[in-house]
């Protein structure tokens, strides 16, 4: 059987985003925790500077504890977005014209899955049928904006 190097290419942007993703997932929850705790204060700073607050040092640090799990949901929504734009485009420069919005949901939701139970392994980290379903929502609507990028009748 010959490899073709160049339907492998097509594939890279998918598969080194799945190790971003794989690599997110294997960070400790307490070190993913500061991590996106750290982004939502830097969030809300800058928001700050745009629109000025006038809000109390305390009243920000209790908005960012409140804010940081809406945003690590849309992180979770945003990558998996993402990962169904790389699948489905890859698919597309391989050749597919059918069905290429299931076979790429199919593959973000059983990596969405996968990505959960390895999550089961790290300290602190668990596996969450809520993020399966947010995950899967957000490459669904990757997907679909990449149908409507190479046009719906190719897809």
Known sequence: MVINKNKLINWLPAFVWMMIIFMFSAQPATKSNELSAGFTKVLIDTLGRIFPFNIETSTINSFVGQMNHIIRKFAHFSIYLVLGILVSRALIKNGYKTRVVL????????????????????????????????????????????????????I
């Open 103 to 154: 076979i790429s949901f199919l593959i973000c939701s059983i990596y969405a899955v996968s990505d959960e139970l390895h999550q089961l392994f790290v300290p602190g980290r668990g596996c969450q049928l809520k993020d399966v379903l947010i995950d899967s929502a957000g490459s669904f609507i990757g997907i679909c904006l990449n149908a409507l990028f190479y046009g719906l009748k190719r």
